[in-house]
């Protein structure tokens, strides 16, 4: 399974953005698909995670303004984002597991490359 991300950039206080994420191989071996945010100098930290059956959950920081979804169908999942807020500023990932690893934070399987969000005041 190989995922690439895109649809990062720049966008203002307020603004919105669609990030998605690109699957490529064998999609139902996918049991999570979650959205990561990683700022220089901090860890990594998991912005949301859906699940096959369509449970979601979400950072507290985020609740509310974010939805996540994944397509199976169309081999993709997004991550949409509103009433963006500085603080929303990173490089986001997403990834894909087999497993619950990303729900319980354990080793997640398949990782994409970031995409840069910025949020301007």
């Known amino acids: 399974v190989q995922l690439q991300a895109f649809g990062g950039g720049l966008v203002q206080t307020g603004g919105s953005l669609k990030l998605v994420c690109a699957i490529s191989?064998?999609?139902?071996?996918?049991?999570?698909m979650g959205w990561y945010r990683q700022v220089p100098g901090k860890q990594r930290e998991l912005v949301a995670v859906?699940?096959?059956?369509?449970?979601?959950n979400y950072a507290d920081s985020v609740k509310g303004r974010f939805a996540i979804s994944i397509l199976f169908a169309q081999n993709t999942g997004y991550l949409h984002m509103t009433s963006l807020k500085p603080e929303d500023t990173a490089v986001y990932y997403c990834?894909?597991?087999?497993?619950?690893?990303?729900?319980?934070?354990?080793?997640?399987?398949?990782w994409g490359q970031g995409t840069e969000v910025t949020v301007s005041s």
């Open positions: 191989g064998d999609i139902f071996s996918i049991n999570q």
């Open positions: 859906v699940t096959r059956g369509g449970s979601t």
């Open positions: 990834a894909a597991d087999r497993s619950n690893d990303i729900w319980f934070g354990g080793a997640v399987d398949y």
